[in-house]
């Protein structure tokens, strides 16, 4: 359908007053509603519907204008006040969609009096008891003026005002005033909205690429598209994308570009309005897959989302080119350059403008596409070069578009791409660049398959080709100062690697193989193989990336998901590691990989854990040991060097060993000499039979180390886990120890929400709460809540697995399921029920769902067997499917 063959049959014009009451108006705006709906599944032409909700709302308060006789009241008190009803804001510009803002401005000469404000107040309180969203203000035209000048959000409303209803020469005079040097110059109005739109787009970490994105306000959305039409009104007047094509900002291609780009988010936008209740712009996952449907997509599962958010992507990087051409010309156009500042050579290829690269032949790229690989090495060579010049934005979009094979095909541009990946400056001032401007797409094999590729969980935040670069990002910042702060080992490890441009090149390959049928690690592998073969490094060079690529999970999920206290642990670990060389790269690998998953995820635990792995491992190598540990050994060495210390401190030696005798082995083999230590002065000072709860004042761990000293009994663990969810703390880990006289020595490791170890304030209300609860005699099941609103999108089967154990008495049960809380009590009370000994816990919360590792014995300390093993994983699936 086009504008001139759709129009709505009703005009509001026409209600006459006895209809002008809140249920007829109610159902004749629910019944324009459902025909935009009706007309936008048919496809109608989006701008056409935007505009027509714009038509009636103009023409409803029009009519309600004249129902109020307020200009009538207006005149018969004040012959020369003029008053006007205008729109503002986006409802200005003649657009809304069907949960928009409608801002008016009631624009006046003088003060109304009060009879008159009780007119508009009515007026204003029918619109909003008819559930519109209405935003108002009523001004006169000095104060109008004089807030415009003081606010430029108010002046950025006001530059795209209208009439709806009243004296359009009062509206002229308020223009005339708002575009005069007075009330915020071009330059400055340009400056402010250059730093509003950088803050905006530092509250979405500066990406298009977030996996829930804003289609408002994330860089590449449609603020970002209103910034260039507020700036073009504001200098140049007039319809913005006219002045443009006037003043040759944009080719034809890219004001056509430009349209497209704003009718495809146009319709996400109006989609999103119509499967929510309440305003908003975000892309929810729970929303996604409604809107997909809405909007044609086909397939099953995912299928849908994924071909929407990829076209999404693509919309978003085209805004963003389009906006950055735009504005750096507007710079140039309003800010006036210095006449004296030309343009110089740098070569015979490349000239600098304002430290922007251009072209000097337009058709270079075109003509000669490896020039395109020349471009960014010659930014790196010339540190006096901060970006890209406009005119070649465009010479790049149009070239990318136009090639027919992959850059890397090309002799020449591999021998530019290893002189720009061993550059010191490689990362932030080239391969950044090559993925803002879609390079990393002609030259990587395999790049344009993730380029925009979703990640359908709460754990990433960001598409695939997004998190690559900011692993690439991560490992650089290693560098810096902050780096070597935040990640002190890491950094000292980073900066003795003798060869970078192997990390920058397994980071670019260690995810790209994820939307394949396999193992995304070893697609990668296979991938990135050939791509060191065509690019004729050494062999060794080349074994290395694959065997990061393909392990690149490898210490991640040992370190979080594994018992690191146990010798057989840290020997498979060793083995499959190989060499020193490899843990080197490899810590560097997986610490850039988890910082650059979302922001919240690394904390001082995950620190811990990975430095513990890191360490453990690197003495193994050192030493030249390359078998498992014998446990006794690592038992007596533990015990001696805390003896030791407690001597030192003058504790009594025979009542230490007193206390010890009670011990097995395990325990001196799982806790480390400092916790041995702190357990036995407080221990000591304590009557053993009795529950002590204690929080470690200075724990080796990046979290809150509880200590718990009970007599034990089945339902300890769950109560434990269920009284820190009452309080809001998450479990990471569970160390679950018993001696001889049936007493456990338990720790749990626990974090706040955010991440940080447990406040100072919180502490002894906790042990409070702890020790009350473990005097209770009969323990009270727990009631399990449905999971949060935003996980129940995700549908995550419950998946409980038995592995291989290094322990042959022992067995090793891992449990996938949807987070929820109470989730961990409900497993404890299972344990006990089925009268099984829990002997240690990691506890991983990825995203959406939970990771947990659980070592486990019988009553009589041996492995489960097979039939133990089925009924455990039948209760655990058959509880966990019944909180559904």
């Not at 908003?280 to 958010?309: H, T, W």
């Not at 040992?558 to 083995?575: C, K, M, N, W, Y």
């Not at 569970?734 to 626990?750: E, Q, R, S």
Request: charged share 25%; aromatic share 10%.
């Amino acid at each position: 359908m086009t504008k001139t063959h759709l129009c709505y049959p009703v005009s509001p014009l026409n209600f006459n007053d006895e209809q002008i009451n809140i249920t007829y108006l109610k159902q004749q705006l629910e019944e324009f509603q459902q025909w935009s709906m009706v007309q936008f599944e048919q496809q109608a032409d989006i701008d056409t519907l935007v505009h027509l909700r714009s038509q009636f709302i103009d023409r409803l308060l029009e009519r309600l204008w004249r129902f109020y006789q307020i200009p009538k009241h207006v005149s018969s008190f004040f012959k020369r006040n003029r008053i006007a009803l205008i729109a503002v804001g986006g409802y200005g510009r003649a657009e809304l969609h069907p949960l928009s803002d409608i801002d008016i401005l009631i624009l006046s000469d003088y003060p109304l009096t009060k009879e008159i404000e009780k007119q508009i107040s009515d007026l204003v309180r029918l619109l909003w008891d008819l559930h519109l969203d209405i935003g108002h203000s009523v001004r006169t035209l000095r104060i109008c003026l004089q807030e415009a000048k003081n606010d430029i959000t108010i002046m950025t409303n006001l530059i795209e005002s209208r009439l709806i209803s009243g004296n359009q020469l009062l509206l002229d005079e308020l223009h005339k005033q708002i575009f005069s040097d007075k009330i915020w110059p071009s330059r400055a109005f340009y400056k402010a909205k250059i730093q509003e739109q950088h803050e905006r787009h530092k509250q979405y970490h500066s990406t298009s690429y977030n996996l829930e994105p804003d289609l408002k306000n994330s860089p590449g959305g449609l603020r970002d598209m209103q910034i260039i039409q507020w700036i073009a009104i504001r200098h140049f007047g007039g319809e913005f994308l006219q002045k443009i094509a006037d003043f040759n900002y944009l080719t034809p291609e890219d004001i056509e570009d430009f349209k497209t780009c704003r009718k495809f988010l146009w319709r996400i936008r109006f989609a999103l309005h119509c499967v929510i209740t309440r305003y908003d712009n975000r892309l929810l996952f729970d929303r996604q897959l409604s809107i997909a449907n809405m909007l044609g997509y086909q397939g099953e599962g995912n299928a849908p989302v994924e071909k929407m958010m990829h076209d999404y992507y693509r919309v978003a990087h085209n805004i963003t080119e389009l906006n950055q051409m735009l504005l750096q010309l507007f710079y140039e156009s309003i800010l006036e350059h210095n006449p004296h500042n030309k343009p110089y050579d740098i070569d015979k290829y490349f000239q600098v403008r304002d430290n922007l690269i251009d072209v000097k032949d337009n058709d270079i790229f075109k003509k000669d596409p490896v020039m395109i690989m020349q471009l960014f090495h010659t930014i790196l060579l010339n540190p006096q070069i901060t970006g890209v010049y406009s005119n070649t934005i465009r010479q790049l979009r149009s070239a990318r578009r136009t090639l027919t094979t992959l850059l890397c095909e090309d002799a020449k541009a591999r021998v530019l791409f290893m002189s720009i990946i061993k550059h010191p400056d490689a990362i932030n001032k080239a391969i950044l660049p090559m993925h803002k401007y879609g390079i990393l797409s002609v030259y990587i094999p395999g790049w344009k398959h993730i380029s925009g590729m979703m990640q359908f969980d709460l754990f990433h935040a960001y598409t695939v080709d997004e998190h690559t670069i900011r692993l690439l990002l991560e490992l650089d910042s290693l560098k810096t100062e902050s780096g070597k702060q935040k990640h002190p080992n890491s950094a000292k490890v980073f900066a003795k690697l003798p060869k970078l441009e192997l990390l920058v090149i397994a980071g670019l390959f260690h995810d790209i193989g994820k939307g394949r049928h396999g193992d995304h690690s070893e697609i990668g592998a296979h991938l990135v193989e050939k791509f060191c073969q065509l690019h004729e490094l050494e062999t060794k060079d080349t074994d290395l990336i694959c065997w990061l690529v393909r392990y690149h999970l490898l210490m991640s999920v040992t370190a979080q998901s594994r018992d690191l206290q146990d010798p057989a642990v840290i020997g498979e670990f060793v083995q499959l590691v190989k060499s020193k060389r490899r843990l080197q790269y490899l810590l560097c690998l997986t610490v850039a990989d988890v910082c650059a998953t979302n922001e919240t995820l690394w904390n001082n635990w995950k620190q811990s854990l990975m430095r513990e792995l890191y360490l453990s491992a690197a003495n193994s190598f050192d030493s030249g040991i390359h078998q498992i540990p014998e446990q006794r050994s690592v038992a007596r060495k533990n015990k001696q060097e805390a003896l030791t210390i407690l001597v030192k401190q003058n504790y009594d030696e025979q009542i230490i060993k007193e206390l010890w005798q009670n011990y097995r082995i395990d325990y001196f083999v799982r806790y480390t000499t400092e916790q041995i230590v702190w357990h036995a002065k407080i221990l000591l000072q304590h009557d053993l039979g009795k529950t002590l709860v204690a929080i470690n004042p200075n724990p080796s761990h990046g979290g809150s180390e509880l200590f718990i000293y009970s007599p034990d009994r089945p339902y300890l663990f769950a109560t434990v886990c269920n009284t820190l969810s009452m309080h809001n703390l998450t479990i990471h880990d569970a160390l679950i120890i018993t001696n001889k006289k049936g007493f456990a020595l338990d720790t749990f490791i626990v974090l706040e929400p955010n991440g940080q170890t447990v406040q100072e304030d919180r502490n002894q209300g906790l042990v409070n709460a702890l020790d009350k609860a473990l005097q209770q005699p009969v323990y009270k099941p727990v009631t399990i809540k449905p999971p949060k609103q935003r996980l129940r999108s995700f549908s995550v089967p419950t998946q409980v697995n038995f592995l291989s154990a290094f322990n042959d008495s022992q067995t090793y049960m891992k449990l996938i399921a949807l987070d929820r809380p109470g989730l961990l009590a409900c497993v404890g009370e299972i344990f006990a029920n089925l009268d099984l000994s829990l002997r240690s816990a990691k506890i991983a919360t990825i995203g959406e769902h939970i990771e947990d590792l659980f070592i486990l014995t019988d009553k009589n300390n041996q492995a489960l067997d097979d039939e133990t093993c089925q009924k455990l994983r039948e209760s655990i699936i058959i509880a966990f499917d019944s909180m559904n």
